[in-house]
């Protein structure tokens, strides 16, 4: 069985595909990046940016929850990066949440 911390991390790319995306301020993504990528511990954490553990860990919960959300897709859909309009690429985007919603919610 592996210890709990490591089922906590994240490889620097994913983490930087949910960084980009997210609205979390920079001081809460390098606690998130220091904890779930390089594997460093909570209160280490905590004590070189002026948090309680229990600060840093609400940080680091809330960005594997984005990760996880984020990495929710059917069988067999890829992930691909895109040019386009911007109006184009928002009106794609709320189909493919509609199709993600439509298979999970079929699944259950």
């Avoid at 929850?65 to 890829?78: D, R």
């Amino acid at each position: 069985m592996q210890p709990l911390a490591d089922m906590y991390r994240l490889p620097e790319d994913d983490f930087r595909r949910v960084a980009d995306q997210t609205r979390m301020k920079e001081r809460s993504l390098q606690v998130a990046r220091e904890v779930l990528v390089e594997g460093r511990g909570l209160s280490e954490v905590g004590e070189r940016h002026g948090m309680k553990r229990q600060q840093v860990l609400a940080i680091r919960n809330r960005f594997f929850a984005e990760y996880l959300q984020s990495s929710m897709f059917p069988p067999k859909w890829v992930r691909a990066t895109v040019c386009a309009p911007q109006d184009l690429l928002d009106k794609f985007m709320v189909e493919v949440e509609q199709e993600r919603i439509k298979y999970f919610s079929q699944k259950g």
